[in-house]
């Protein structure tokens, strides 16, 4: 069996990460669950766990969940992250320029170069391109758009200069932020997407109602277990809501709302 938590894994907090996993199978095992692996696994590719038979836990982005993984997996809850963009279970994005640009609104935009992380990123795309719509942004703002595989990539593309703007997922930020902070240095927030539910933990969709309740009551024994605060401290982690699939149908709507504002893609 496996266990990943790769979603918010950098150099800087993998100690931390590690710990909150041994945290956590410590609640599952107090629950009486089975199977826990002793370790996390760690991925070349962060959704290659997302659809293997031997998954235990895992954590995704709501729209790979929605768009691809609906049916493969089953939503147990979503942690809370304590940061400037996150209330509870719900996150946004940070749209980012180069500091001194000249970029100061939304519509400065036009013609810019993007650094996107994924296609299918709620952070990274559908967030920014729900932003655009409200804004009224009709397709083909982006002079050019450039996928840099990874929200951190994405910072240092608007760094350098090779791309102009891009949608940085909070926690992230607030990270980036609190472990590598000359990484920021160069770059500022021009805007804040609307929030959406954050990045859910998630186990195999076949498991049933009285599993996925142990599920949750080991995350809330983690959440209030001591030894791991130093864990949790490092990686901003503050709460957890029992979420379900349900709740990421908001995720659906947001891409809704913005194809019917005119804005079916962001590039």
């Known amino acids: 069996m496996i266990a990943t938590l790769d979603m918010y894994d950098f150099p800087e907090t993998r100690e931390a990460t590690n710990a909150w996993w041994e945290a956590l199978a410590r609640g599952f095992a107090a629950e009486s669950l089975t199977g826990i692996p002793q370790h996390r696994t760690r991925s070349m590719e962060e959704s290659a766990p997302w659809s293997d038979p031997n998954l235990f836990f895992t954590q995704i982005c709501g729209y790979p969940l929605r768009k691809r993984y609906r ?127 954050g990045l859910p933990y998630a186990v195999p969709a076949s498991i049933d109602d009285q599993t996925l309740a142990a599920y949750r009551r080991g995350i809330e024994r983690a959440i209030a277990d001591p030894s791991a605060q130093s864990a949790r401290d490092a990686l901003l982690i503050d709460g957890f809501s029992p979420l379900n699939d349900a709740d990421y149908e908001e995720i659906d709507a947001m891409e809704t709302r913005a194809r019917e504002r005119g804005l079916p893609s962001l590039f």
């Not at 279970?89 to 994924?118: D, F, K």
């Not at 949608?167 to 920021?184: G, M, N, R, S």
Request: proline letters at 5%.
């Open 71 to 197: 049916e493969a997996l089953r939503v147990v809850g979503t942690p809370h992250y304590r940061t400037e963009g996150c209330d509870g279970p719900r996150y946004r994005s940070v749209v980012i320029v180069q500091r001194g640009a000249g970029i100061t609104s939304i519509e400065a935009l036009e013609g810019a170069r993007l650094a996107y992380n994924g296609a299918l990123s709620q952070s990274g795309m559908s967030a920014f391109r729900a932003l655009l719509a409200e804004h009224g942004i009709k397709p083909g703002i982006f002079g050019d758009a450039v996928c840099s595989r990874g929200h951190r990539a994405s910072v240092s593309m608007v760094t350098s200069g090779e791309a102009d703007t891009a949608a940085i997922d909070c926690v992230t930020w607030a990270l980036l932020q609190k472990h590598a902070p000359q990484e920021c240095d160069a770059v500022e927030v021009l805007a804040r997407t609307p929030d959406a539910p």
